[in-house]
T-cell receptor
Framework: GAVVSQHPSRVICKSGTSVKIECRSLDFQATTMFWYRQFPKQSLMLMATSNEGSKATYEQGVEKDKFLINHASLTLSTLTVTSAHPEDSSFYIC???????????????FGPGTRLTVL | AQSVSQHNHHVILSEAASLELGCNYSYGGTVNLFWYVQYPGQHLQLLLKYFSGDPLVKGIKGFEAEFIKSKFSFNLRKPSVQWSDTAEYFCAVNPFYSSASKIIFGSGTRLSIRP
C-alpha cells in the first residue's frame, strides 16, 4: 500500500508555455501533499505544502504565481509551472502523507518524479 | 541556520566494506529522523526512521542508524555493503515544532560500490 504516482514522468516544453504535473495517492487518502524540486546531484528542496481544500503554503523564495498548486481532492494534487523558462527545468517530486495511527508524525510517501525540460 | 548536514558528498567503497554515512542536524527540541535511499532511476524509499525509544534503529536491507542526541547526529551504518547498495542516500529531519509532516532533507551522499 501507500503508492503515489505522478504524471507525466517526463515533459519537454517550449519556453513561455505552462505545464501541469499531477500527483495521485493511489490506495490511500492523503491528508497533505508536498511538492519538491531536485536539481541534478542535489537534495530535494521543499517548494510547498498543500492540504485538500485549502491554499498551499509556499516555502520562502518560491513564487506562488509561478508554481500554482491545486489540491482538489484527498487523492490528487496538481502543480502547474506557468510561463516556464529554461531555468525551471528540473526534477519535480511530490509526496503524500497520511496519518500514522497514534503518531504525531504523518509519514510521507514519494512519487517517482517528473522530469521537466524547458527549451 | 537550521539545517541538515551530510558531510560526505560521494563515498566509494569496495564490496563487503563497512559503511558509515554521517548526518548532523541543527534543529532544537524533539525531532523525528529518517534515512531515505534513491536508487538510480527510481523514486525515494524510506530506509529507516527514528521517532523515540531505542536510539539504535534497524531498517531494511541490513541498514541501521544511531541517534546520538548530544551530538545532534543520526549516522547510517551497514557492516558489509553490496554492489546493489549503489545509490543516493538522504538524511532527513521532521522538527516537532513544524507541521506534522514537513521534513527537511540533507544534501545527500552518493554511494558507489566497486564490484
Amino acid at each position: 500500500g501507500a503508492v503515489v504516482s505522478q504524471h507525466p514522468s517526463r515533459v519537454i516544453c517550449k519556453s513561455g508555455t505552462s505545464v501541469k504535473i499531477e500527483c495521485r495517492s493511489l490506495d490511500f487518502q492523503a491528508t497533505t501533499m508536498f511538492w519538491y524540486r531536485q536539481f541534478p546531484k542535489q537534495s530535494l528542496m521543499l517548494m510547498a505544502t498543500s492540504n485538500e481544500g485549502s491554499k498551499a503554503t509556499y516555502e520562502q523564495g518560491v513564487e506562488k504565481d509561478k508554481f500554482l498548486i491545486n489540491h482538489a481532492s484527498l487523492t490528487l494534487s496538481t502543480l502547474t509551472v506557468t510561463s516556464a523558462h529554461p531555468e525551471d527545468s528540473s526534477f519535480y517530486i511530490c509526496s503524500a502523507s497520511r496519518t500514522s495511527g497514534g503518531s504525531p508524525y504523518n509519514e510521507q510517501f514519494f512519487g517517482p518524479g517528473t522530469r521537466l525540460t524547458v527549451l | 541556520a537550521q539545517s541538515v548536514s551530510q558531510h560526505n558528498h560521494h563515498v566509494i567503497l569496495s564490496e563487503a566494506a563497512s559503511l558509515e554515512l554521517g548526518c548532523n542536524y541543527s534543529y532544537g527540541g524533539t525531532v523525528n529522523l529518517f534515512w531515505y535511499v534513491q536508487y538510480p532511476g527510481q523514486h525515494l524509499q524510506l530506509l529507516l526512521k527514528y521517532f523515540s525509544g531505542d536510539p539504535l534503529v534497524k531498517g531494511i536491507k541490513g541498514f541501521e542508524a544511531e541517534f546520538i542526541k548530544s551530538k545532534f547526529s543520526f549516522n547510517l551504518r551497514k557492516p558489509s555493503v553490496q554492489w546493489s547498495d549503489t545509490a543516493e542516500y538522504f538524511c532527513a529531519v521532521n522538527p516537532f515544532y513544524s507541521s506534522a509532516s514537513k521534513i527537511i532533507f540533507g544534501s545527500g551522499t552518493r554511494l558507489s560500490i566497486r564490484p
